[in-house]
């Protein structure tokens, strides 16, 4: 299912002409780090009533520059000037903005998850009587904003019960309630499946005909060409051009190459598979989940890759494609796991974390920032950790020889950062998942696992993630990629299997595979595993 399309037709029929006077205007916005010029000169104009989409590569600029205008980096540590309703203002901080009715929803959500939905909604903004919390008042007005966005839960539940596309929308109930008047999005629906995704852009559609004028940045194109009014493209922290996507005559094509600057002849860099001997074998794989001990996710569980192969693994939200990634590398996820590996034909041991990496299997998660990296930590000590073992002498690391090895993994991975001193957490998103290919190369693993390894990030780095997948493969490794989206494992893999439910459903070669079929695959596991 398309996403963005899922209601297309009906944003096509709302009045898209006849644009209002100008909301928000910023001027020559330039702002430097020690070392790097994140934004130069960045210009941006935005009408009221409208959506607004920006655009850009992985550390072009566009979440720096939405944290300029939201007061997350005050006035006085930046150059140029922001005019709201035609007004200068200077946001020292984001209560600075928000008084202002000017509110940025972060890519990572900024809710409590141990606090109720009403109480994240009015945190620090308290319904109080006489010095005290007035519950009811806040629960009943919580719930007001609740059905504003389309939710039906209690104002009561906390938000540990709930998903993350509810979330998403719990924060905007939380922007509602201090009467926006812009909205800033960072990656909306990067995390959330096609239904909350064509939910959410469904609300923002709706809040834009209440008169809310949103900012979007999002690097799934298709979902801004449905949405957004004007695009504005940053790239390498400069404005590059605002293109208006009323008229319906703005291509994709067109917006990726304002993004890198160059036409992508194609998603996908071309590749020749050398596929050889079978290199890694799973079977008869059963994963219990970890909590509830008698509920089974994945069943008897069949595969293989080969060397030189790229296998993908292909399956809706919960069928268990990286709960089955996670118990075979070290059993991280799961219970009462039976079942064998393989390695050249041999059974290898993978009962901890340990004894997969020492048996060639290494494991790049979906979720960098909160097992992937160390963020706090600098590019060199993220590249070094999972093999310490090859630069220790007599249990002492030689930093140097670390340096030298972190060096050149920058440089061959096209790691955009100043130096291997670079804490890893300021890096872009495309930026932090070279480092965590990095890791695991450095590492020299037989088979590598990659969960969703383009997620949030924009198409010239996924061009660059592709591409080095395709080194790991020519240099005779397996490499299985777990992915939620089917263009990519059509343009990138030699064969896919499907899960469905936690049973795999079919094993479909390249040659064989359409979106259509592997959808099928996807929906029922009674499918016979027959490709």
């Given at each position: 299912?398309?996403?963005?399309?899922?209601?297309?037709?009906?944003?096509?029929?709302?009045?898209?002409?006849?644009?209002?006077?100008?909301?928000?205007?910023?001027?020559?916005?330039?702002?430097?780090?020690?070392?790097?010029?994140?934004?130069?000169?960045?210009?941006?104009?935005?009408?009221?009533?409208?959506?607004?989409?920006?655009?850009?590569?992985n550390g072009a600029g566009k979440s720096t520059l939405m944290k300029v205008l939201s007061g997350v980096y005050p006035a006085g540590t930046f150059d140029g000037q922001i005019l709201l309703e035609g007004s200068p203002v200077e946001f020292r901080s984001i209560n600075d903005s928000e008084?202002?009715?000017?509110?940025?929803?972060?890519?990572?959500?900024?809710?409590?998850?141990?606090?109720?939905?009403?109480?994240?909604?009015?945190?620090?903004?308290?319904?109080?009587?006489?010095?005290?919390?007035?519950?009811?008042?806040?629960?009943?007005?919580?719930?007001?904003?609740?059905?504003?966005?389309?939710?039906?839960?209690?104002?009561?539940?906390?938000?540990?019960?709930?998903?993350?596309?509810?979330?998403?929308?719990?924060?905007?109930?939380?922007?509602?309630?201090?009467?926006?008047?812009?909205?800033?999005?960072?990656?909306?629906?990067?995390?959330?499946?096609?239904?909350?995704?064509?939910?959410?852009?469904?609300?923002?559609?709706?809040?834009?005909?209440?008169?809310?004028?949103?900012?979007?940045?999002?690097?799934?194109?298709?979902?801004?060409?449905?949405?957004?009014?004007?695009?504005?493209?940053?790239?390498?922290?400069?404005?590059?051009?605002?293109?208006?996507?009323?008229?319906?005559?703005?291509?994709?094509?067109?917006?990726?190459?304002?993004?890198?600057?160059?036409?992508?002849?194609?998603?996908?860099?071309?590749?020749?598979?050398?596929?050889?001997?079978?290199?890694?074998?799973?079977?008869?794989?059963?994963?219990?989940?970890?909590?509830?001990?008698?509920?089974?996710?994945?069943?008897?569980?069949?595969?293989?890759?080969?060397?030189?192969?790229?296998?993908?693994?292909?399956?809706?939200?919960?069928?268990?494609?990286?709960?089955?990634?996670?118990?075979?590398?070290?059993?991280?996820?799961?219970?009462?796991?039976?079942?064998?590996?393989?390695?050249?034909?041999?059974?290898?041991?993978?009962?901890?974390?340990?004894?997969?990496?020492?048996?060639?299997?290494?494991?790049?998660?979906?979720?960098?920032?909160?097992?992937?990296?160390?963020?706090?930590?600098?590019?060199?000590?993220?590249?070094?950790?999972?093999?310490?073992?090859?630069?220790?002498?007599?249990?002492l690391v030689n930093a140097n020889q670390e340096t030298t090895v972190a060096n050149g993994y920058r440089k061959s991975m096209n790691i955009k950062a100043p130096t291997v001193a670079a804490i890893t957490g300021k890096l872009s998103g495309g930026n932090q998942q070279k480092v965590v290919?990095?890791?695991?190369?450095?590492?020299?693993?037989?088979?590598?696992?990659?969960?969703?390894?383009?997620?949030?990030?924009?198409?010239?780095?996924?061009?660059?993630?592709?591409?080095?997948?395709?080194?790991?493969?020519?240099?005779?490794?397996?490499?299985?990629?777990?992915?939620?989206?089917?263009?990519?494992?059509?343009?990138?893999?030699?064969?896919?299997?499907?899960?469905?439910?936690?049973?795999?459903?079919?094993?479909?070669?390249?040659?064989?595979?359409?979106?259509?079929?592997?959808?099928?695959?996807?929906?029922?596991?009674?499918?016979?595993?027959?490709?």
């Amino acid at each position: 299912m398309d996403t963005a399309r899922s209601f297309v037709g009906q944003d096509n029929a709302r009045d898209r002409s006849g644009m209002a006077d100008t909301i928000l205007e910023m001027r020559g916005i330039t702002k430097t780090f020690p070392g790097v010029k994140a934004l130069q000169d960045v210009t941006l104009q935005v009408e009221r009533g409208t959506v607004h989409a920006i655009c850009g590569e992985n550390g072009a600029g566009k979440s720096t520059l939405m944290k300029v205008l939201s007061g997350v980096y005050p006035a006085g540590t930046f150059d140029g000037q922001i005019l709201l309703e035609g007004s200068p203002v200077e946001f020292r901080s984001i209560n600075d903005s928000e008084a202002a009715g000017v509110v940025i929803i972060h890519q990572e959500l900024a809710l409590s998850p141990y606090l109720s939905i009403a109480e994240n909604i009015y945190l620090g903004n308290e319904q109080a009587r006489g010095g005290f919390i007035d519950w009811n008042r806040t629960n009943l007005e919580a719930g007001k904003l609740l059905r504003r966005v389309g939710l039906k839960d209690n104002p009561i539940t906390k938000i540990v019960d709930i998903g993350v596309g509810k979330q998403q929308l719990v924060e905007i109930a939380k922007a509602l309630s201090k009467e926006v008047k812009l909205l800033i999005l960072d990656e909306p629906t990067a995390a959330l499946n096609d239904d909350d995704s064509a939910h959410l852009l469904e609300l923002i559609a709706n809040l834009k005909d209440e008169g809310i004028t949103s900012i979007i940045i999002s690097h799934k194109l298709n979902e801004i060409e449905a949405i957004a009014d004007k695009v504005t493209i940053i790239r390498d922290g400069r404005t590059i051009e605002t293109l208006d996507l009323r008229a319906g005559e703005v291509t994709e094509e067109r917006i990726i190459k304002g993004m890198v600057g160059r036409d992508l002849e194609s998603r996908y860099p071309d590749h020749e598979s050398h596929v050889g001997e079978e290199l890694l074998r799973i079977e008869g794989w059963n994963v219990f989940h970890p909590i509830d001990r008698t509920r089974q996710i994945v069943f008897d569980a069949n595969l293989n890759v080969k060397a030189g192969e790229i296998v993908g693994i292909a399956g809706l939200m919960g069928a268990g494609r990286t709960e089955l990634a996670m118990s075979v590398f070290g059993r991280s996820y799961g219970s009462n796991i039976s079942g064998h590996v393989y390695k050249r034909g041999q059974e290898i041991k993978v009962g901890t974390v340990a004894q997969a990496v020492k048996n060639g299997i290494a494991y790049a998660t979906e979720d960098r920032k909160r097992y992937g990296l160390n963020l706090i930590d600098d590019i060199k000590r993220n590249i070094s950790g999972s093999a310490l073992g090859k630069l220790a002498s007599f249990g002492l690391v030689n930093a140097n020889q670390e340096t030298t090895v972190a060096n050149g993994y920058r440089k061959s991975m096209n790691i955009k950062a100043p130096t291997v001193a670079a804490i890893t957490g300021k890096l872009s998103g495309g930026n932090q998942q070279k480092v965590v290919l990095s890791k695991w190369m450095y590492a020299d693993p037989d088979v590598l696992i990659l969960d969703e390894p383009t997620r949030g990030i924009d198409v010239g780095a996924k061009y660059e993630i592709y591409t080095i997948i395709n080194k790991l493969a020519d240099e005779g490794k397996g490499v299985i990629v777990i992915s939620s989206e089917l263009p990519e494992l059509l343009g990138i893999c030699d064969r896919i299997y499907t899960l469905s439910e936690g049973h795999i459903t079919a094993d479909v070669p390249r040659a064989e595979a359409t979106p259509e079929r592997l959808m099928q695959h996807m929906t029922t596991y009674r499918e016979t595993t027959d490709a």
